[in-house]
């Protein structure tokens, strides 16, 4: 399952408007993809296990540390949901994840999407996202690749892993910009989103992970725009599994 894109934009959401541009550097790209790599590895190997009984209510919180980790020359955001959908199965969830035409009617943060490419369990796709939060906001084209796993009947993993964004400006008028991947406002420079469904008697459990890698704060500003940045993380991975849990219910409704 794909959470929108819009499931990873943990980042800061007022530098971009207080700060010049800013440049994505080697050292931190290679910085990122270490930490990602270990990310994942833990991800698909640890146990995903609901609690007994499972528990209906959406949880968001920091997935290492605070949420934000500080890297060389950025900062990764690194946030964990879960949630518990009754009367869904692994099935039903992996079709709603994979019908990525229609993500602008499930998440309200996407504003288009459109598959590039698609294979049996492997997908390229483009999405454009809007969001942010405090009247700042930004417009991103997001180039991810999404694989599935199924290691048995009752499990499924997604794996999504951004390989371009590019920060639009002025987006949807006759003089639309695309910027550079990397040299832009820093919101958000890549993302990926591990998500792991795992079927139960009752319903389907849901545990994903968000991973965004942002510019630093600005200097002298960082003690005012953390708490916003942690703030948004929760609440972004939060609203990405209400949109999903929202959308596989109908689905399940349909099909009965």
């Known amino acids: 399952m794909r959470r929108g894109v819009a499931f990873v934009l943990v980042a800061w959401t007022l530098a971009p408007a207080l ?7 080697e050292r ?21 296990t609901p609690a007994t009984p499972p528990s209906g209510a959406i949880i968001g919180r920091p997935a290492a540390e605070d949420g934000i980790i500080s890297i060389a020359g950025g900062l ?13 199965n692994v099935q039903r969830a992996i079709e709603v994840s994979r019908h990525y035409d229609v993500y602008p009617s499930i998440y309200r943060e996407i504003v288009a999407a459109r598959v590039l490419e698609r294979g049996p369990d492997k997908y390229r796709v483009l ?21 599935f796993v199924f290691p048995d009947k009752e499990h499924a993993f997604s794996i999504s892993s951004s390989e371009e964004i590019r920060e639009v400006r002025r987006a949807g008028t006759s003089a639309e910009l695309l910027l550079p991947p990397g040299r832009d406002s820093g919101y958000l420079w890549r993302a990926d989103v591990f998500t ?11 545990e994903t992970e968000t991973l965004g890698l942002s510019r630093t704060f600005p ?19 939060v609203r990405s599994l209400e949109q999903f849990e929202a959308a596989a219910v109908a689905a ?4 009965r």
């Open 127 to 147: 999405v454009r996202v809007k969001d942010g939060e405090g009247g700042i906001s930004a417009v991103l084209d997001v180039r991810s690749t999404v694989r």
């Open 76 to 88: 990764i955001h690194h946030w964990l949901g879960t949630c518990f959908i009754p009367g869904v």
């Open 28 to 48: 931190t790209s290679r910085a990122y993809e270490g930490y990602r790599a270990s990310a994942e590895k833990r991800f698909l190997a640890r146990q995903h």
């Open 19 to 25: 700060c010049t541009g800013a440049e994505l550097e």
């Open 196 to 206: 792991a469904f795992v079927q139960t008697p009752d319903g389907l459990y849901i």
């Open 252 to 255: 399940a409704a349909r099909a």
């Open 219 to 237: 200097p002298m500003l960082g003690w005012i725009i953390a708490p916003i940045a942690r703030r948004f993380g929760q609440k972004s991975v």
